[in-house]
């Protein structure tokens, strides 16, 4: 079936650093990619989407590129702030479908 | 704020009871989503309705748990005989339509048993 497999956390790191959290696909065709972010006793908050192969997704100083032919969608930043602390989930889902299908989440803290 | 709306934040039962979670979509969704997330777990997709249909509740388990979704008023998450097991952070997500249109996600309710 299909399921999305996230580097496991949690990470720590100080201001400045530079992020990556990997993030592996494994369907049959070519779903939507998903980031979302999850502050502390929040909910879910879409961070960035891409739709096919090469599309980079970007926000808040985060990126993730849609690599195909790794099917792959780590997630970047290169310089993270200590209100980047958050879990962050890698998602998937196939167009005309509803279901997102998520990661297990890594817990990013960052240190002042 | 008129985004999609929990309650309650947070739910303590004893096994045995019901537990009632409460999801107010965005303005203008009318497509709602819930997923329950286990301890250390991504979200899990539980049920899909739409205003007085259920449209997919695949993730459901198939008993003590229910969803409806009124014509007027929020949709409801009903656990009947709780146990153990059901603690966890159960989450609602509304979107404009269906098909893969952007979920926009509550809070959430953490429902802990004891």
């Known amino acids: 079936g299909d399921s999305v497999t996230q580097m496991e956390g949690p990470v720590t790191l100080s201001e400045e650093a530079f992020l990556t959290i990997n993030c592996t696909y494994t369907a049959t065709g070519y779903p939507s990619l998903f980031w979302y972010v999850q502050y502390p006793g929040e909910g879910l908050q879409l961070l960035l989407k891409?739709?096919?192969?090469?599309d980079k997704g970007s926000n808040k100083g985060f990126e993730a590129t849609y690599r195909k032919e790794t099917t792959s969608f780590h997630l970047e930043k290169g310089s993270v702030q200590v209100s980047d602390s958050a879990v962050y989930f890698c998602a998937l889902m196939f167009r005309d479908d509803y279901k997102l299908s998520f990661g297990a989440g890594t817990t990013v803290t960052v240190r002042a | 704020n008129a985004g999609v709306m929990q309650n309650p934040r947070h739910l303590v039962r004893r096994r045995g009871q019901e537990a009632r979670l409460r999801c107010s979509p965005m303005k203008g969704h009318s497509h709602v989503y819930w997923y329950r997330q286990l301890p250390e777990e991504g979200l899990k997709f539980m049920v899909y309705?739409?205003?007085?249909?259920?449209?997919?509740e695949s993730g459901m388990p198939k008993e003590r748990f229910s969803a409806e979704f009124p014509k007027e008023g929020p949709s409801i998450l009903r656990i009947q005989q709780v146990v153990r097991g059901d603690s966890a952070a159960y989450f609602c997500?509304?979107?404009?339509?269906?098909?893969?249109?952007?979920?926009?996600f509550g809070d959430g309710t953490r429902l802990s048993i004891l």
């Open positions: 309705l739409q205003k007085e249909n259920i449209i997919d």
């Open positions: 891409a739709t096919k192969a090469d």
């Open positions: 997500a509304s979107s404009p339509g269906g098909g893969d249109q952007p979920q926009h």
